[in-house]
Structure formats: C-alpha cells, structure tokens
C-alpha cells in the first residue's frame, strides 16, 4: 500500500477546505470554514450556468450562499494608507485543480459586479460539500457564468501590476 498516496487522498477528501488570501496584501488571512462562516454573508439569484468557451448550457444554480470576496479583501487589507497601488491592482484566484481567473480592483469595490462576487458554502437549503466545489468562488452578475463559477477555491492572491 502506497501510505503517501492514501495520505493525501484521506486529506483532499475529509479534511475542511481551508481558504487563503495573500499577495500584496497587509495581513495574509488562512481561513477554515468556521472562520469564513464569521464574517457577513449574503444570498445570490438563482441563474443558468453556460460555458463561454463552448456556449454550452451546463444546468441550473440555485442560490448561492456565501463571503463577499471584497470583504475578505477588506479584513486582508488590500488598501495601503498614503498609496494608490490598489487601482493597479488584480486579484488571481486559484483553484485546487489549478484553474485559475482573475478579478480587478475597480470591479470588485466599485461596479455592480463586486456586490455578488462571493465564496459561497451553501447551495439552496443545503450546505455544499467538496464534492459539489466547496467552496465555490461565483461571480453572480457576470453574463456568462461558468467561467467564474469556479469549484474548489484554495487562494486569492493581489497583484500590483506596474504601468
Ligand atoms: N475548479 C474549476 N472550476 C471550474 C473549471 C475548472 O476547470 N476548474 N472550469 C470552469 C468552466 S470553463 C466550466 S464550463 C464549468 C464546468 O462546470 P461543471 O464541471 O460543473 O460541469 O466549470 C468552471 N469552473
Ligand atoms: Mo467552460
């Protein structure tokens, strides 16, 4: 029996996800689900799920429960005093299966877009599990849903990008 092999399958599967948020920030968070389960939550609308690449319909969501992404940014501190790095900034989240997408400042804190981009643990009534992309990172105000309905969430980091 290959022992490394079971010992990182027993923690992908069984283990609480854990959440973390760094980068150019001021005080990098590792969240478990008891610590995100802290902070604010909101609901999103029910919506389809399509893929942009392909335009295939994928299946109906129900509505998502979950953070603000811009809230935990906020506790992370992604706004230094006396600097203006923040509007170059972008925020690459990553998934445990290496697919990664990008958000920007200006969206997040200010367009509609970050009033529901959120990392959501529950599903309708039910809580989601690691199965069903616990946790979820989803942009709810996107046209095209499925490219930012991102399953597994493991970090975002911020980058200042230089002009
Ligand atoms: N973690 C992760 N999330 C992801 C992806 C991925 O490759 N990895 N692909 C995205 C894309 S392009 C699509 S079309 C949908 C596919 O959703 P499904 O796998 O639930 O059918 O997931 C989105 N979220
Ligand atoms: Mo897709």
Redesign the pocket.
């Known amino acids: 029996m290959n022992l490394a092999h079971s010992t990182s399958l027993s923690s992908d599967v069984l283990e609480s996800p854990i959440i973390e948020i760094g980068g150019t920030v001021e005080r990098p968070l590792r969240l478990d689900l008891a610590a995100l389960r802290e902070f604010p939550s909101i609901t999103i609308a029910p919506f389809d799920?399509?893929?942009?690449?392909?335009g295939?319909y994928?299946?109906p969501m129900e509505s998502y429960r979950g953070v603000p992404l811009r809230v935990l940014l906020d506790a992370a501190g992604v706004r230094r005093p006396d600097n203006t790095d923040f509007k170059r900034t972008v925020f690459l989240a990553h998934?445990?299966?290496?697919?990664a997408?990008t958000f920007s400042w200006h969206e997040l804190f200010n367009t509609p877009v970050g009033d529901q981009a959120i990392i959501a643990y529950a599903l309708g009534e039910r809580e989601l599990d690691i199965e069903h992309?616990l946790p979820?990172l989803v942009s709810g105000a996107d046209n095209v849903r499925?490219?930012?309905?991102?399953?597994?969430?493991v970090r975002v980091d911020a980058h200042v990008l230089r002009a």
């Open positions: 799920l399509v893929c942009f690449s392909t295939r994928i299946r998934a445990h299966d290496g697919y997408v992309g979820v499925a490219p930012r309905h991102m399953k597994r969430l």
